[in-house]
Structure formats: C-alpha cells, structure tokens
C-alpha cells in the first residue's frame, strides 16, 4: 500500500495535479497487457550476505548480462577463429609428429612418405570441412553431427555422435592441460611433483573465464592463437622461401630420436600414419556445434569462419610438413624437440622469433581445451533442450554462458587429471577416438540430407560425403584398433554408457511430462474434493494462532494435534487451548516413544483410512507454524522438527505442506502494539491480511 | 551557414500521450541530451475529468498509462542512458505538463503531435500543444510525425 498524496498546485488558479505512485518500477516494467518484465533490482538478492555474494560473483565473473544483450555478446569472425579453432589449429603443432613416429619404424627414407600422408589428410580436412559448411548453413541451430545425425539418421545415432563428442571434449581439455604442463616440466622439473593440482588450477582458470561470457573468453584468448598462427604461417612461409632458393640445409639428427626398426612400408604402415596424423582434425567440428554464437548472418559468418579454420590449418600442417622434410627433421621422444621446434630453430636459428614461436606453440597447446569448452556447453544446452539431458544444461548464467556445462566439463576433465594423474601417455589414447566417431556419422547424414533436398549439385555433394564417410569410418577403425590396448576401450564403453544416461534422462522426461499433460480442449473443471487442516502445534502461542488463521481462509475442517511426551505439560496445553481457541478441535497424541514426526504421520494415515470409500479422498492440509528469527545462526535454534515433518511429508499422496512464518520483527512489534490482556484471552488477528 | 549543433540544456521534461509518436520522441531527446548529459524527465498525464476525485486510484492501477513510461525507460535502457519518470492525475493535460516543467525548474519542453486531420479536412493542432506554446516558462519544442505517419 502506498501512502495518500496532497495535489500539487499549478500555476494558474485552479489547476491542481497529483503525482502517481509507479511501486512496480523499481523491480518490473509493463511490456504489454498483462505482461511484465523484471529489472536487474528483481533478480538482486534481499540479504546483505546475498548482496556479498553478489559482489564478488560480479568482481569475478562480471557483472550479469540481460538476454537482450545475447546480440552483443554474439561473436565476429575475428573473435570466433580464436575461439573455436584453438583445438584445431593447434593440432598442426604435433600432427606431422604423429606421421613421422610411425613412418619412422620403416625407415628414414621412409619419411618422405610423410608429405604424401599430409596431403591424404589435407584432402580429408577439405572434405570434412566442406562437410561442416554445409552443415552450419542447413542446421543454423547449432548442434553439429549431433543434429545431422538425428535428423537423417534417427535420433539412435544422433545420440551416438553427440555422446562421442562429448567424450572427446572432456579428453581436449584433460589431454591439453596435461601437455602444455608435461612441457612446462621440461623447461621447470619442479613442477612435476604437483602436475595434477597445476592442472587443476589451470582448468579452474579458464572455467572461470568462460564463465564471464564468450565474448570476453574469446579477448582473452584471441592474443596467443593469433600469434601463433602468424608465426607459424612465417615460419613455413620462409621455410619455403628456403627451400626454393637451396638455403635449407639438412639439420643433424636431434638427440632421442626414434629408432628405425625395419619395417615394410605397406598400406597398413601408411593407414597407421594416416591415422596418427589424423589428429590434425579434431576440433574441426566445433564451429557447427556453435553457429548461433556468432553475430548475424550467424550461418554464412560460422561457414567463412570454418573455411578460414581449415586454410590456416591444412596450410601450417602442410608446410610444416614440407619443409620439416627439406629440412630432415626427426621424430624424437623428447619434450620440446617436436617437428615445428625443430622447423623453427631451422629457420629462424636462435633468434626471439625462435622463442616466441615455442611460447606461443606452448600457449595454443593450452588453450586448446579452451575450444572445449565453448563447443562442449553448447551441445549439452541442445540435448538438453531436446530432453537428453538434464534442464539445468540449457539455462544461461549471468553471463549468457551455459555455466552448467561449462562447470561440469571443467568437473570432469579435473577428475581424468587425477584419476591419471596428468600422464599425457596415459591419456593420449583416450583421445581422438570420439571425434571419428561423429565425422563418420555426420558425413554419412549428409549424403542422407543431400538425396533427401535434391537441390542443386546434390548427386557431387553426397558423393563427396560419402567418400569422406568411408575415409573418417576407415580412420576410425584404425584409430580405435591401435589405441584399443592402450586405453581407447574406456571410451568405447564409455560412449554406450552416456548413451544409456541420455536415454533414461530422456525417459524420465517423457514420462513427468505424460503425467502432467492436460487436455487441450476442455477448460478445467472447478474441484469438489473436501479439503482438510491439521496443523501440528508444540505449544498455545501467536505462531500457531496465524497458522489457524491460514486454516481457517482455507476450510472449516481444522483440527490442531500435540503430540507430546509429557502428560502434565499435555494437559496445560489442552487447558490453555480450550481457553484460547474453543473453536477448533485439538488432538493430544501421547508419544511414551518421544517421537515426534512418525506419530503425526501414523495419525494422518488413521485419518486415511477412516475416510469413507465411495468419497473421492480429501486433500490434506498440513499447516505448520514456524518462528523465524531474525538472523541465520539464530533460526538453527528453532523450527527443526518442522523440517524433518516437511521433508517427510514430501510426495505423501493428497497431502499439502504449507509453512506460516511468524517473524521475530512481527511479534516484537505486535507485542508493544497490543495492551496485556488477561491469560487465556489470546484473540486470533488475521496476520496474514496484513501481508 | 552557420555551424550546426545541438542546443545545450540541463533538464528536459517529455511530456508522453502514449501514442506512436513516443518512441520517436523519447530517441531524439536521448540523443540530443546525450553529449551534455542533461537530465531528462518523461512525464504521461492521465486526465480525469470531474466525475472523479483527483485522488481517484486511477493511473496507478492503469497498466496502460505505467507502459507509457516503461517504453520509454525500456528505449533509455537500449541506449544505455537514464530517464526518470513521472505519472500525473490532473484535469488538464497541458496545465499539468507545463505545471510539470516549470516545478522541476525544467529548461525544456519537448511535446510530440501527430499528424491529424479531422474528418478528411483542417490539420488539428489539438488543445496542449497550444497551451504549452502559450504558457510554458522554458522552451518547446514540438516534434511533428510526418504526414504519411498520420495514425489510423
């Protein structure tokens, strides 16, 4: 209630006015008939220790975003390459490694193989790549191999893809972590005792600052993924420029590198190194799971956006490639000495390039679980919304973010760092298996998609896919057979398993919502059934007299139960409510066991039980009385037995708990407020007409 | 010519109808006060006439008379700028904007009219656009819809 206002005289004999209250617009803003919108003051907490929350939830992950701001956080393409190519183009950092370590078990000459394997690869990443373009431009939701899967494949193998992906993105960010930290220990040995809470710190950190929203995650890591990419485009560029003009020089064998053990070279060899150095790919597809965080024309910016990713990629890995074979380099089993180090010590010597370019090989290493957890939410927000997975995934943080994804990928990726005690070599194996996994099935729904549309070039385009899908299938198996041993049957077991989780969330869902499905075309009938009160009192106080007065604005049946262990106290009781409140019935209910609850509740289903068959049964309230004190450490002091009756009351069947607080503040003032009546003159007010 | 630029004021008072003109209205002021950071003030009046009390609980149960001064806080917020509203009961609307303005010492009025013909013929200027012209102790600025906006 407001409080009256006088007119306010104008400035003419007679003219008066009167300024309105607007009580709403401090918390809503009227946004049409019967629609209103909150304001950040709505959502703001009411305690003071709510308010220090807020504070430092503010000053750690920014202040809150409205969902009108969605646009403005949406990502230009310069911010989203950073962003969702992290994985991917790191990948070119060590994916000529994983071609060399195997074509190496031949023989040295073997290793000009490798640029006939890179440019197999290349040929895949240009076939996936184009794959995923078309998959942003026909599925501008988002959501990647998951949605084409279960869009032309049936939802059976769209949860496939998606539950292999997401597999795959908890190891990114649990294998990335453990790598960039495996190569900090080279350069400080120190570190190696506590490589787990490292890692852990580390994965917190950027939890943390892809919790402040995508778009101030995309600036913070836009700088090294940038410098990386110039400085290996230089490097290769120049390496090039070498190559050509005769300047580059075979370099001497560097120290710990692998032995040639004599092998034949075969199909199986090179399918090996294909397979190895397939690893090039991962990451390529999250760009599709997240084209709706892109600014406007979200579709055709997130397929530039791919196409750039794939360029920078194809073109470092290549490059890299070719001159580390001009070049001679060596695949080795120490930390550091990789293909692109050796490539950059070649052609820049030991210059600063040298060292930023290892830094920023380092700094991308890291950052590429950074991709993960962009791409890892997003999925889980849409199997959410399609009811696989729980609702909590969908909704948005203060920040726009899908911080239940975010914090629960970040959970997880932590507890494979301690279960592996961040091993690189323990978990590489779990890694890479997923990602074929949905490669192989989003190319297959895309040869499905292209014969369904029959549009234009249809017939070359599923031809395409369908090539794609046989190589990425083919890669799969191999993958999966050579890692098999070594780890990568966790993931396969594991894939099943999530499968299962989403199809009995998914159930579950169902299931409720069968349940809580009303007709459509009727209007709902008014009720008949009769409603019942019992409200359970400890003694004759205000708290219980507001509770009858709840009661009683409900029905006419009350009736209050003691249950008591003491039979002198039950009898002052009876007295003092036979004085106070004549009008209801109590019901004293000895309890020589001094139970409290358990008595209550047998005492309802009496009441159950008793109630005649042919009548539909009554709905129960139970309305307890509870005091609220003014300070949390105070209310511990009160109110527990009323917890424990409301906690067991939950789902009892035609059963409604209603709590009625008497605050500590009300009764002080109702207490100075009223004169001193006589004992047992306790007049019941309406306390809650006041309200 | 002259160098073009927008006239300096510390406090404006826009008086809002509620209808399409509003929206127009409340940007261009916002813009205008935006490089000198004046204070702008939207005020809506809802008119009684004298079967009822001024006191009547009229506009505060009005839903549609809050929107008016919503939409125009809503419009504030987009442009990331302040706007401070009032709603008023009076007899009179023009009375109680000018009345309005010259009790928050405001040092400009600005009004919007749309473009109105009655029954096909006159341009009608209406009542409280004359009224402000005449007795306001700032300036005003009357913001005209163009022609081909004229509401149906």
Redesign the interface.
């Given at each position: 209630m407001?409080a009256?206002?006088s007119?306010?005289h104008?400035?003419?004999l007679g003219?008066?006015?009167?300024?309105?209250?607007?009580?709403?617009?401090a918390y809503f803003?009227?946004?049409?008939?019967?629609v209103m919108?909150a304001k950040a003051a709505a959502s703001a907490p009411r305690t003071a220790l709510g308010r220090r929350i807020a504070r430092v939830r503010s000053f750690v992950f920014g202040k809150p975003l409205t969902n009108?701001q969605d646009i403005e956080e949406r990502l230009s393409k310069k911010l989203a390459l950073p962003i969702f190519s992290s994985d991917a183009i790191s990948s070119s950092a060590y994916a000529t490694d994983e071609i060399l370590k195997v074509l190496v078990l031949a023989s040295v000459i073997a290793l000009s193989w490798s640029i006939w394997v890179a440019a197999a690869i290349a040929l895949m990443l240009t076939i996936v790549a184009f794959s995923y373009r078309q998959v942003c431009r026909a599925y501008p939701s988002g959501g990647g191999a998951y949605v084409v899967a279960r869009e032309n494949l049936g939802a059976r193998f769209g949860l496939i893809a998606a539950a292999a992906l997401m597999v795959d993105y908890v190891m990114t960010v649990a294998v990335s972590s453990a790598s960039a930290l495996a190569n900090l220990g080279t350069a400080f040995p120190a570190i190696d005792t506590s490589k787990v809470l490292l890692g852990a710190i580390v994965i917190v950190a950027v939890t943390a600052a892809n919790l402040r929203g995508i778009r101030e995650s995309g600036n913070i890591f836009a700088v090294p993924t940038y410098m990386f990419v110039g400085l290996a485009l230089l490097v290769v560029g120049w390496g090039i420029v070498n190559v050509i003009t005769g300047s580059a020089h075979e370099l001497p064998a560097p120290d710990h590198v692998i032995s040639s053990e004599g092998q034949v070279v075969t199909i199986f060899l090179l399918l090996k190194a294909f397979a190895g150095g397939s690893v090039a790919l991962t990451g390529v597809e999250a760009i599709a799971n997240g084209v709706p965080a892109f600014k406007p024309p979200e579709a055709k910016n997130a397929a530039n956006t791919l196409i750039m990713m794939a360029l920078l990629l194809g073109v470092i890995f290549i490059g890299l490639t070719f001159v580390g074979l001009h070049y001679g380099v060596r695949a080795t089993d120490a930390q550091g000495a990789t293909v692109l180090g050796q490539v950059g010590q070649a052609v820049f010597g030991n210059t600063i390039l040298f060292y930023l370019l290892q830094i920023s090989a380092a700094l991308i290493l890291f950052l590429a679980c950074n991709t993960s957890f962009n791409a890892f939410p997003r999925l889980a927000a849409i199997l959410a919304k399609d009811g696989y997975m729980p609702r909590q995934f969908a909704f948005r943080g203060d920040r726009l973010a899908f911080s239940w994804g975010i914090v629960v990928l970040a959970a997880v990726a932590i507890g494979m760092l301690f279960i592996f005690k961040a091993d690189t070599h323990a978990l590489i194996p779990l890694y890479s298996v997923g990602v074929f996994i949905c490669f192989t099935l989003s190319q297959t729904g895309m040869v499905i998609h292209w014969r369904k549309e029959r549009s234009s070039g249809w017939a070359w385009r599923s031809l395409v896919n369908g090539f794609g899908a046989i190589l990425t299938g083919v890669v799969f198996i191999v993958v999966a057979t050579e890692k098999f041993a070594d780890g990568a049957w966790m993931v396969l077991l594991f894939i099943p398993l999530l499968i299962l989780m989403m199809l009995f969330v998914s159930h579950q869902y169902v299931a409720s919502a069968r349940q809580l499905e009303m007709p459509t075309s009727a209007a709902v009938p008014q009720p008949h059934r009769h409603n019942r009160a019992i409200v359970p009192i400890s003694e004759v106080n205000r708290a219980v007299v507001q509770a009858l007065n709840v009661a009683r604005s409900i029905t006419t049946d009350i009736r209050a139960v003691y249950i008591s262990d003491d039979p002198q106290k039950s009898d002052d009781v009876r007295q003092r409510w036979a004085q106070a409140v004549p009008d209801v019935p109590l019901v004293l209910v000895e309890s020589p066991y001094r139970a409290l609850v358990a008595p209550f509740i047998a005492y309802l289903d009496v009441l159950d039980r008793t109630w005649p068959d042919e009548k539909e049964a009554p709905i129960t309230f139970v309305i307890i009385p509870e005091y609220v004190a003014r300070s949390w450490w105070e209310r511990m002091l009160y109110n527990q037995a009323s917890k424990r009756l409301r906690a067991t009351l939950l789902g009892r069947s035609h059963t409604v708990v209603i709590s009625v607080p008497y605050r500590r503040d009300d009764a002080s003032a109702r207490v100075a407020a009223e004169e001193i009546r006589p004992a047992g003159t306790l007049v019941a007010t309406d306390d809650s007409r006041d309200r | 010519m002259p160098e073009a630029s927008n006239p300096a004021f510390r406090r404006a008072v826009i008086a809002l109808s509620g209808g399409p003109s509003d929206a127009a209205i409340v940007r261009l002021a916002l813009e205008v006060a935006r490089p000198n950071r004046a204070e702008l003030i939207a005020v809506h009046?809802?008119e009684l006439d004298w079967t009822q009390p001024?006191?009547a609980d009229v506009?505060?149960r009005s839903?549609?008379?809050?929107?008016v001064?919503?939409a125009a806080?809503?419009i504030a917020d987009?442009l990331h700028c302040k706007i401070e509203?009032?709603?008023?009961?009076?007899?009179?609307v023009g009375?109680?904007i000018?009345?309005?303005a010259?009790?928050r010492r405001a040092d400009l009025l600005i009004l919007g009219l749309s473009y109105r013909t009655r029954f096909g013929g006159d341009f009608a200027i209406g009542r409280t656009v004359p009224y402000a012209l005449q007795?306001a102790p700032c300036a005003v600025w009357v913001v005209r819809q163009p022609k081909g906006e004229e509401p149906q």
């Open positions: 407001t009256p206002r007119p306010l104008g400035r003419k003219d008066r006015r009167m300024v309105v209250d607007r009580p709403h617009s803003r009227y946004a049409g008939p019967g919108v009108a | 009046v809802v001024l006191d506009a505060e839903e549609e008379a809050q929107q001064l919503d806080e809503g987009q509203s009032v709603l008023v009961q009076a007899r009179d009375a109680a000018v009345d309005e010259a009790a007795n």
